[in-house]
């Protein structure tokens, strides 16, 4: 089993900026994607950024340019640092985790961190 555990989310007025972090323990045999969704009241969650193992990144077009995506892998940690924040950016951030924690399997899970707000005000 995989845990989650994020946080950094909080209150900031538009235009500052925000570091989220995720930390992965538990039974980790390999990671496949480490990866930020986030929720608005009344929509769909939705990707924000994505880093494959390989190295490759993805992001949402409404985020591009603004937020990164980085991970320490001695830590097992994924940030997303959040700049030039704006208050559509509002709402709960969850981190993902498509790992395999035992060689046993012969496919990967997906785990989720418990959410943290974030909250842009004008």
């Known amino acids: 089993q995989v845990q989650l555990v994020e946080s950094g989310g909080g209150l900031v007025q538009a235009g500052g900026s925000l570091r989220l972090s995720c930390a992965a323990s538990g039974r980790i045999f390999s990671i496949n994607v480490m990866a930020w969704y986030r929720q608005a009241p009344g929509k769909q969650r939705e990707l924000v950024a994505a880093?494959?193992?390989?190295?490759?990144?993805n992001y949402a077009d409404s985020v591009k340019g603004r937020f990164t995506i980085s991970r320490d892998n001695a830590k097992n940690t994924v940030y997303l640092e959040m700049n030039s924040l704006k208050t559509e950016d509002t709402a709960v951030y969850y981190c993902?985790?498509?790992?395999?924690?035992?060689?046993?399997?012969?496919?990967?899970?997906?785990?989720w961190g418990q959410g943290t707000q974030v909250t842009v005000s004008s």
């Open positions: 993902n985790v498509r790992a395999l924690s035992s060689p046993n399997l012969n496919s990967a899970s997906d785990y």
């Open positions: 880093l494959i193992s390989g190295g490759r990144t």
